[in-house]
C-alpha cells in the first residue's frame, strides 16, 4: 500500500508561482511512475506532468514550459514547480503513483489562479 500526502495548494493571482509536494509513505520501494493530475470544476481529471523512477519527465502542452517537476528519492517526495499560472490553471491537484500494476492517489490540494 503506497499512501500519498500533498501540500501547497493556495490561491494567486496570475502570473504567480506555487509549489507542490508529495509525500509518498509505506510501500515506496518498486513505484515506477509518479504525476500530477489535475481537475478542474466540471472537467475530467487530466494528466499535468509525470516522473519515472528513472527521471524521465513529461508534461501536458497546457503545462509545458510552465511546470517542472521532480523527484526527491531519498525523501520519497516529488514536487511541482508552476509558475507563470494562469487562471485556466485552477484545479484541484492530486498526486498519483503507480507501483506495478496498481494506481494511488492522494487527496488533492486547491490551486485558485484570480484574473
Known amino acids: 500500500q503506497v499512501h500519498l500526502v500533498e501540500s501547497g495548494g493556495g490561491s494567486v493571482q496570475s502570473g504567480g508561482s506555487l509549489r507542490l509536494s508529495c509525500l509518498a509513505s509505506?510501500?515506496?520501494?518498486?513505484?515506477?511512475?509518479m504525476a500530477w493530475y489535475r481537475q478542474a470544476p466540471g472537467k475530467q481529471r487530466e494528466l499535468a506532468a509525470t516522473?519515472?523512477?528513472?527521471?524521465?519527465?513529461n508534461f501536458a502542452d497546457s503545462v509545458k514550459g510552465r511546470f517542472t517537476i521532480s523527484g526527491d528519492n531519498a525523501k520519497n517526495t516529488v514536487l511541482l514547480q508552476m509558475n507563470s499560472l494562469k487562471p485556466e490553471d485552477t484545479a484541484v491537484y492530486y498526486c498519483?503513483?503507480?507501483?506495478?500494476?496498481?494506481?494511488?492517489w492522494g487527496q488533492g490540494t486547491q490551486v485558485t489562479v484570480s484574473s
Open positions: 509505506g510501500s515506496t520501494i518498486s513505484i515506477h511512475t
Open positions: 498519483y503513483a503507480q507501483r506495478w500494476s496498481l494506481d494511488y
Open positions: 516522473i519515472s523512477s528513472a527521471g524521465t519527465v
